[in-house]
C-alpha cells in the first residue's frame, strides 16, 4: 500500500507560473525524495532531503520537510512545457530499510 | 554507464502463461530493486537485493513471483501462472552500496499486459 498522500492528483498551470505540490506521509523517516515520471517511462531522481533538514533548493526546485506534520512539498519555478510529467514523493523509512514507498503522485501540465 | 536497462520493453501474454524479465542494473550498483506500478498509481515495493542476496520481500510478491540476482549483476523477475491482475509496469532500480547516497537509478520499465 501507498506511503501517503500527494495533492493535488493533477494540476495544469500555464507556462511561467509557479507549481506546488504536497506530499504527506505517515511513519518516521530517514529521508524524502521527490521523483518525476514522464509519460509510460521509468522515473528520473530530483532532489532529496534528508529529516533533519527543512528546506533544500536545486535549480528551479524548492523542497520543504515538516517532520511533525510530516509533510513535504516541491515547489517548481518558472514552470517549462518540458515540466509536465507526474511527480511522486517518496520515503525512504527509518531503521535501515531499504525500499522507497511512493506516493500517488501529482499529474502536472504546463501549458503553453 | 548506459544506466539501468529493462527488457523487454513491452510484453503481452494470455492470462495462465509465464513471463520472465530482466534487469541490468548500473554497473558496480550492489543494490537492486523491483517495484510494480498500476495506471494512475505510484510505486510499489516488490522485492530487494544486495549482491545475490534477497533481503526484503514485499507481501505482494505471491508465490506465483520469483525473482533472482544469481551472480550479482541482472536480475530476473519471473511470474508464473499470469492474471489479469498481474497487468502493471514491472521497474527495476538500482544503487551503489556506498557512498551514502540514497536515491534510487530507474530503469524505463517492463509493461505487462494479460489478456
Known amino acids: 500500500s501507498q506511503q501517503g498522500e500527494e495533492d493535488p492528483q493533477a494540476l495544469s498551470i500555464q507556462e511561467g507560473e509557479n507549481a506546488t505540490m504536497n506530499c504527506s506521509y505517515k511513519t518516521s523517516i530517514n529521508n524524502l525524495q521527490w521523483y518525476r515520471q514522464n509519460s509510460g517511462r521509468g522515473l528520473v531522481h530530483l532532489i532529496l532531503?534528508?529529516?533533519?533538514?527543512r528546506e533544500k533548493h536545486s535549480g528551479r526546485l524548492r523542497v520543504t520537510l515538516d517532520t511533525s506534520k510530516k509533510s513535504s512539498s516541491l515547489l517548481i519555478t518558472a514552470s517549462r512545457a518540458a515540466d509536465t510529467a507526474s511527480y511522486f514523493c517518496?520515503?525512504?523509512?527509518?531503521?535501515?530499510?531499504?525500499?522507497?514507498?511512493f506516493g500517488q503522485g501529482t499529474r502536472l501540465t504546463i501549458n503553453p | 554507464d548506459t544506466g539501468v536497462s529493462q527488457n523487454p520493453r513491452h510484453k503481452i501474454t494470455k492470462r495462465g502463461q509465464n513471463v520472465t524479465f530482466r534487469c541490468d542494473p548500473i554497473s558496480e550498483h550492489n543494490r537492486l530493486y523491483w517495484y510494480r506500478q498500476t495506471l494512475g498509481q505510484g510505486p510499489e515495493f516488490l522485492t530487494y537485493f544486495q549482491n545475490e542476496a534477497q533481503l526484503e520481500k514485499s507481501r505482494l510478491l505471491s508465490d506465483r513471483f520469483s525473482a533472482e540476482r544469481p551472480k550479482g549483476s541482472f536480475s530476473t523477475l519471473e511470474i508464473q501462472r499470469t492474471e489479469q491482475g498481474d497487468s502493471a509496469m514491472y521497474l527495476c532500480?538500482?544503487?551503489?552500496?556506498?557512498?551514502?547516497?540514497?536515491?534510487?537509478?530507474f530503469g524505463p520499465g517492463t509493461r505487462l499486459t494479460v489478456l
Open positions: 517518496a520515503t525512504g523509512p527509518e531503521g535501515g530499510a531499504q525500499k522507497l514507498v
Open positions: 532531503i534528508r529529516s533533519n533538514e
Open positions: 532500480a538500482s544503487r551503489p552500496l556506498a557512498g551514502g547516497r540514497n536515491e534510487q537509478f
